[in-house]
């Protein structure tokens, strides 16, 4: 495996964390290098249903290590309660996670201040999770972040939040509830902080160490390329870069040290929150797949907006991540079409110079194939029409297909 990077290669919500979850096994390492808590990554095991938002899901694995890199927006908080859940189910943390000093922190000033400016926004809302991500990374790029290493001093670290929040009164005139509501979110938010620093540690030696050993790193990003800060359907994004560039700069290493970049595709596509969406289908067909596909954001519950595979994007995350294997998940969920449509440019342009808003995209229409893949473990196993539109995706895209997941469960993926 060497160092294998996972990219989301739609708007995010691909299945990431069960792709993860299979590739994990084999890794000695598993590494976050950008987003925060607005992400929400979902493992099967059994009966049990899992879901995580800043450790990466290796950690379900008892002897694989996760580490969370200088390039996320990180919450002490959030990360606590994940800590609590994972040992709950009878893991062991300690020991086998590590955080990046040079990692950004999200306060609870950050969170008023991203519902304060999305509620504010009325229409034009962006539909951010709220969890404090985009003023987190401002404050980064304007250079006034609190850090992790800054959390050692609590002293300094009260004065600068007492500050801060000055500040925040001035633009913000709060309710005498949500005033209270900052204090005690500030006093957990410090509790959260004693709690975790014991994992702070030297990521960059760590990372390269393995390297230098020869281990298997597995790099996990969070949303997808048509959210990146630069590439993706601006305004309409998260505060990053969620694409494979994004890798060095988010946990310290050279590009030439990744081997492998697998994206990740639904068999169709999805989005949450607002943006233009080509391919959308507010009809019954729309209502199928979020039903059928429990189709709900892992950190928020919105229900997602679905619409048919876009090869249109998906040849434009290629060429922009540089793809070397495929991964295409959620296949069951189109056992009941009669006929299924992809996109395969659309007749105006191409994006980025054309506008997603005005794209009027071109399908090609294949047959369905009317029974079940959930228990497909080889290629062969599918029915002959499934085949038949994986290799239209793949010949579409220019890049072989991977893996196929055809449930949620850990053993519901083909290998190929």
Known sequence: MALTAIIGAQWGDEGKGKIVDTLSEAADLVVRFQGGANAGHTIKIGDEETILHQIPSGILRPTTHCLLGNGMAFDPVGLKNEIEEIERKGLTVNGRLH???????????????????????????????????GPCYTDKIGRTGIRVRDLFNENDLRVTLVSKTALLRRK?????????????????????VQRILPFVDNTIFRIHSYIKEGRNILAEGAQGVMLDIDFGSYPYVTACNTTAGNIATGLGIGPRLIDQIIGVFKCYSTRVGAGPFPTELNDAIGDHLQTRGSEFGATTRRRRRCGWF?????????????????????????????????????????????????????????????????????????PPRARQYLQTLEDLLEVKISYVSTGKERRQIICL
């Open 172 to 192: 913000i005139d709060m309710p005498e509830v949500e005033e209270q509501k900052l204090v005690s979110d500030l006093e957990l938010f410090f509790d959260s």
């Open 310 to 382: 876009d090869a249109a994007l998906g040849k434009y995350a290629v060429m922009i991540n540089g793809f070397t294997g495929l991964a295409m998940t959620k296949l069951d969920i189109l056992d009941e079409m009669e006929e299924i449509k992809i996109c395969t440019h659309y007749e105006n342009g191409e994006f980025p110079l054309l506008d997603l808003k005005d794209a009027r995209p071109v399908y090609l229409t294949l047959p369905g194939w009317r029974e079940s893949t959930a228990e497909a473990r080889r290629l062969t196993d599918l």
């Open 99 to 133: 955080i990046s000093p040079l990692a950004h922190v999200v306060t609870p000033l950050h969170k008023i201040k991203d519902a304060y400016q999305e509620d504010a926004s009325g229409v034009k809302a962006i539909g951010t999770t709220k969890r404090g991500i």
